[in-house]
Structures are given as C-alpha cells and as structure tokens.
C-alpha cells in the first residue's frame, strides 16, 4: 500500500498530521518549524542554524561536522535548490 507522504520543502520534515504543517494548512508546502507566525518562510540562515542545532544534538557531533551536514542536505530541498 502506497501513501503518499508530504515533506516541508525547506527542511524534509514529513509533514502527517495537520499541526505538521505551516499555519495548519495542510495545503502549505513547508512545516511549522520554518515558517513564522504569518505562515512566512524563515531565511536560509535561520532555517540552516536550527538543522544545525538538531544534528549536532541528534547524532553528537561537533559544530563543524554539523554545519557541513546540514548545508549539504537543505541544498537538496526544493526551497533551498537555487541558493546561492
Ligand atoms: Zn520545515
């Protein structure tokens, strides 16, 4: 059985449950993690801090290491592709 599972285009969060979503909207393209309070985008900077943050406490690594990850794979994430 195949389900089609959404994912926030800015960080690959699956987005399953309503509130997963920015503003509830489960029309939203992106999570509630990064978008603000109008539903609003968050700036690459601000959404590559918190990947940051999360791997470096997930996996235990250093700041470094973390940074590197994280560029890597919101590069790969549609709303990220074409930033510079
Ligand atoms: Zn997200």
Known sequence: ??????????CGMSLEKQEDFALGDTAADYCHYCTDSAGKLFPFEKILKMNIAYYMESQGITETAASKMALEYL???????SHA
């Not at 059985?1 to 800015?10: D, F, Q, V």
């Not at 590069?75 to 592709?81: C, F, I």
């Open 1 to 10: 059985m195949t389900k089609k599972c959404k994912s926030c285009g800015s």
């Open 75 to 81: 590069r790969s994430l549609p709303a990220w592709r």
